[in-house]
């Protein structure tokens, strides 16, 4: 069962466009984790939120993380071809040993 | 600082083989210790994870097995391969304990059962 839904799935857009990705859940997370990966690599992380409404900014990046902690986005300003690549949410739940993922939101950026 | 290694990078293998995957970490010690499983370039299925050695929970009933024989070192096997085991296999490591620890992932192993 995947605890965790991203949408959309895949996104195309062109160069200077903004975009928004969702992570939804019904369960409660101690805390949530933003990944991107680039084809044949291991996820990288991007950022660990950890309070309800919190918001954290990585340059273009921005992360908010829910007040009920069950949800989270991100928000990408004028994306550039280098922000291309799978974007993945997953979170820790309070007594798990294990970090659940979402299935992923594949982003295409072209120039 | 933390590394993850993984070997090898890429395997081909026949259907009935045996498969032995490594990944050990370097710069930390008592880990969590994690192998996943990625189909397609989509999420993370997680296969197994170790808070010790000698300590393997599976999460998904399989023909494969893990082992961790070092506090760093984490190892992925079976003894005959099916074709629906290929895939992309990642090995990840946590700080000890519970909840809220940072994940960090290895480079991965292209697997592919010919």
């Known amino acids: 069962t995947q605890l965790l839904e991203q949408s959309p799935q895949f996104l195309s857009i062109q160069e200077g466009e903004n975009l928004t990705v969702y992570c939804n859940s019904s369960?409660?997370?101690?805390?949530l984790q933003w990944y991107r990966q680039e084809p044949g690599e291991g996820p990288v992380l991007l950022v660990t939120?950890?309070?309800?409404?919190e918001v954290k900014k990585l340059k273009r990046l921005t992360f908010q993380f829910g007040d009920a902690r069950k949800d989270s986005s991100l928000h990408i300003t004028a994306a550039q071809p280098g922000d291309t690549g799978l974007y993945l949410c997953?979170?820790?739940?309070?007594?798990?040993?294990?970090?659940?993922f979402g299935k992923g939101t594949s982003l295409l950026v072209t120039p | 600082s933390q590394t993850i290694h993984q070997w090898p990078a890429t395997l081909v293998q026949p259907v009935g083989s045996p498969l032995s995957l490594e990944c050990t970490v370097e710069?930390?010690?008592?880990?969590?210790l994690y192998w996943y499983r990625q189909a397609a370039g989509r999420g993370l299925q997680l296969l197994f994870y170790?808070?010790?050695?000698?300590?393997i929970s599976s999460e998904v009933p399989q023909n494969l097995s893990a082992s961790r024989p070092q506090d760093r070192q984490f190892i992925l096997s079976s003894k005959k391969l099916l074709l629906s085991d290929s895939g992309f296999y990642l090995c990840?490591?946590?700080?000890?304990?519970?909840?809220?620890?940072?994940?960090?992932f290895g480079p991965g192993t292209r697997l592919l059962v010919l």
């Open positions: 990840a490591w946590s700080g000890e304990g519970t909840g809220g620890k940072t994940q960090y």
């Open positions: 369960s409660v997370f101690s805390s």
């Open positions: 939120v950890v309070t309800g409404g």
């Open positions: 997953a979170g820790w739940e309070n007594s798990g040993y294990a970090l659940n």
């Open positions: 710069g930390t010690s008592n880990p969590n």
């Open positions: 170790s808070v010790g050695i000698g300590q």
